[in-house]
């Protein structure tokens, strides 16, 4: 079985920076990438970036590409997002996903996610 637990969430002022870390345990494939979506109260899920487990091709949001940069550490099964330039709309619980279909963008593509971390941007 699969587990994802998210860390480094926090309260941050706008213009400054966060990492997330997602760290994976149990049973990966080659085919597997790990997805990082948001969700801010009274909206829907949406996607904020994606790196591929083994090519390491990378997928981003318009909203976030210039200021986040998705990275995995495949030694420790650990993925990053660097959050630099934060803005109040960045705000929101921030959750990964670990899954092998396409698109990396859509949230149907991951069967395994984390508990969420929560992201607050002060302006």
Known sequence: ????????????QAGG???LSCAA???TSSE???GWFRQAPGK???FVAAIDWTFRATY??????????ISRDNAKNTVYLQMNSLK???TAVYSCGLGARHPRTRATSYDYWGQGTQVTVSS
């Open 88 to 90: 109040s709309d960045d």
């Open 25 to 27: 345990s149990g049973r």
């Open 32 to 34: 597997d990438a790990m």
């Open 60 to 69: 981003y949001a318009d909203s976030v590409k210039g200021r986040f940069t």
């Open 1 to 12: 079985q699969v587990q994802l637990v998210e860390s480094g969430g926090g309260l941050v």
């Open 44 to 46: 829907e899920r949406e």
């Open 17 to 19: 920076s966060l990492r």
